[in-house]
């Protein structure tokens, strides 16, 4: 029996940014070391998603508690992992993933797995006294993500009262996270004064962005945004860039083929709404877009990349759901250029940096990304840069659980020293050609 061997697995209820339960899951090793992952929850879900296992009992916490995946893991998955060495991440991943037994980790929960598996990585880096991100991706960890950060949230995120879900930033010139990071603050206040001057009220949607409350149209927020980046003092798609994540699975109906803007009702044909995402493009200082045609819609979003791929970044997430299969898919349809890397999508750490190294083999972006129902772990941060994925998405600059992301970038970058690579706005020339 070494120091690395598992010799206890506690897992507990505890909550999100959201004010709903989760799963947070701790791992003893022989040697002393303690690794915790609390896992995250998604508001705007794909329908190819792992399963986040929940009760559904109405009585208790409108059915989100998660007895069920805490049973699990004290049933099976923590006898079978009990033993085990922690540095045998991909063994112990696979072992629960076999435990399983079915395609969307729905018998176990994801969130049961992917809580031991983010607390035996856990474990392991600190019985080592590695940071995680040295601990998952060797000598080689070095790129201090771009951050991608929320100034307007909107759709899932705010209560559907405007029909696009994020309004983002990107710093493209930046020497550095650090400055990077300031300047997208710098964005952040200005907007407020930017809102508080159209007599918008500054109330706070779920990732931390302003509550676009009264908004006319969809487009009032790339305006507000367009002219809160000026009140700072940059130049609109020079210093700083506008991304947006569209999330229009949300949106979408099937039957017909059509999107639809409830806030301003208005329906949309495949082709027209791909002619309207161009003119934002053509008009707005746009770098990125996320999600510009449904999950369901393989041709729009072919379209979309044959009309955008060249000049700007076209991220899929729910089109992807961090799965292989439908990257690989998305690649054959040449169907965007960029990958949203969500943990909780996957359900394990092996499964996420697979997607991520096939992604990155392949031609495409990724961008890790955090969920809109949040906690204080910074895992992703590390996942980031232990594969030098290059970009980073978390939600705006306020609140904590945001914050506590953001923040652990900025120490690692310090941490790497000399040795840290920061690619800045460098890092988009590799899938558009301006």
Known sequence: MSIFTIQK??????????????????????????????????????LYEALELRDGDTSNLGGKSVHKAIQNIQTILAPALIGKDATKQSEIDELMVSLDGTENKSRLGANAILGCSMAVARAAAQQMGLPLFRYLGGANAKIIP????????????????????????????????????????NVY???????????????????GGFWPTAF????????????????AGYTPGKEICIALDIASSEFYDKERGTYRFELEDREFTREAFVDLICSWVENY???????????LDWEGSALLTKRLGTKIQLIGDDLFTTRIDRIAKGIELHACNSVLIKMNQI?????????????????????????????????????????????????SVARTERLVKWNECIRMEQQLGDGAVYPSGALFSRVIHQ
Not at 216 to 231: A, F, P, R, S, V
Not at 285 to 294: T, V, W
């Open 146 to 185: 771009v951050p991608m950060v929320q100034i307007i949230g909107g759709g899932a995120h705010a209560a559907n009262s405007i029909d696009v879900q994020d309004f983002l930033v990107i710093p493209m010139q930046a020497a550095s996270f650090e400055d990077g990071f300031a300047q997208v603050v």
């Open 347 to 395: 359900g394990t750490i092996t499964e996420t940096l697979d997607a991520i190294e096939f992604t990155k083999n392949h031609g495409y972006l990724p961008v890790v990304s955090a969920r809109s129902g949040e906690t204080e772990d910074d895992t992703i941060v590390h996942l980031a840069i232990a594969s030098n994925a290059g970009q980073l998405k978390v939600g």
């Open 9 to 46: 697995v506690i897992a507990r209820q505890v909550f999100d940014s959201r004010a709903n339960p989760t799963v947070e899951v701790d791992i003893v090793l022989e040697g002393g070391a303690i690794g915790r992952g609390t896992v995250p929850s998604g508001a705007s879900k794909g």
């Open 285 to 295: 200082s746009i770098i990125s877009i996320e999600d510009g045609c449904s999950e």
């Open 189 to 207: 206040n200005a907007t407020k004064r930017v809102f508080e001057r159209h007599g918008k009220p500054l109330a706070i949607a779920d990732e």
């Open 216 to 231: 006319k149209t969809n487009e009032e927020g790339l305006q507000l945004l367009t002219e809160g980046i000026l009140e």
